[in-house]
């Protein structure tokens, strides 16, 4: 899943944090929660608006650009 279809960046929404798309959630609410113990199925009952799909797409997509030869090229397809 392209990584623009998992989150967004507005000004008119929550500030202009990154959020998950079409939510008001922002991203660092999931790794905060992580962070804090609660599991992904936990999270993801607190916030129903985010799908699974979403939550699995960004951690993927964070593990891609960790473990990737060429990270610019990664970021550079969120740009």
């Known amino acids: 899943m392209d990584i623009r279809e998992i989150i967004m960046a507005d000004a008119e929404i929550m500030g202009g944090q990154t959020v998950f798309r079409n939510t008001r959630v922002p ?43 060429n990270p610019d090229q990664l970021y550079a397809s969120f740009t």
């Open 27 to 69: 991203i660092e609410t999931l790794f905060d929660h992580l962070e804090s113990g609660v599991s992904l199925d936990e999270f993801l009952d607190q916030f129903p608006t985010v799908t699974k799909e979403q939550a699995v797409g960004l951690l993927e997509w964070i593990s891609q650009l960790f473990n990737s030869r």
